[in-house]
């Protein structure tokens, strides 16, 4: 069976409501995102952290954690291993070989931006950049963008890693414009549509504009 990401994917009478697996992919990304001290990146760590959010063991979650990351994260190139930590205990072969540990790829960390549980994702962002091989002058302007208008550009990331979950095209990666900019839903082209509108306003009806805007909180 081929991996298929789905930290979209929500039950099929409620369409509202995420599921577990979905939930658990996310919380994986979402640690690997912010959690810089390798041995609490490895999976039995993942495990507890999750487990300690949602006020659950983490041996009963455990199984899933080691599911999604051996059979969907890491075949999906989402996910690699980083390095290996000593064990000072455990079976001598065990002790040897050590403890693996995670980190995010380039992908990893596109995905990360599109996840709106993650707090502080401008230096993801950044990260991401930073490392990837992208056209300077787009990401520049997205990076701009981020600053005045987060929460849209982080809609942008949303639609296209949902995008590829939902299979309309088959790798995130090469990040590039024509893709990037081709995936818009409703509420985007609404949004481009008040910008392109706002910026031909004369004064007076931009100032009416904003008060409007204040007004709605």
Do not use: H
């Amino acid at each position: 069976m081929e991996a298929k990401l789905g930290i979209f994917d929500t039950f099929k009478t409620k369409k509202e409501e995420l599921t577990g697996e979905a939930i658990r992919q996310r919380a994986i990304i979402t640690s690997l995102a912010t959690e810089n001290n390798p041995s609490q990146r490895t999976r039995t760590a993942i495990a507890q952290r999750i487990a300690q959010e949602n006020g659950t063991v983490w041996k009963n979650i455990y199984s899933g954690i080691f599911r999604d990351l051996d059979e969907i994260l890491i075949p999906l190139n989402i996910v690699e291993e980083a390095g290996r930590l000593p064990l000072k205990r455990g079976p001598k072969a065990l002790q040897e070989k050590g403890i693996p540990f995670y980190q995010l790829t380039q992908r990893g960390l596109l995905i990360s931006v599109s996840l709106d549980e993650i707090i502080g994702r401008e230096k993801i962002l950044e990260r991401f950049f930073a490392e990837a091989k992208i056209d300077g002058g787009f990401a520049e302007q997205i990076q701009t963008m981020s600053k005045f208008a987060p929460r849209f550009v982080y809609s942008l990331f949303r639609n296209y890693v949902k995008a590829y979950c939902d299979g309309k095209f088959s790798d995130l990666m090469p990040f590039e414009r024509a893709k990037f900019m081709s995936i818009s839903d409703e509420a985007v082209l609404i949004q481009k549509e008040f910008l392109e509108s706002f910026i031909e306003m004369p004064k007076n009806d931009k100032e009416k504009t904003l008060e409007f805007l204040k007004e709605m909180g």
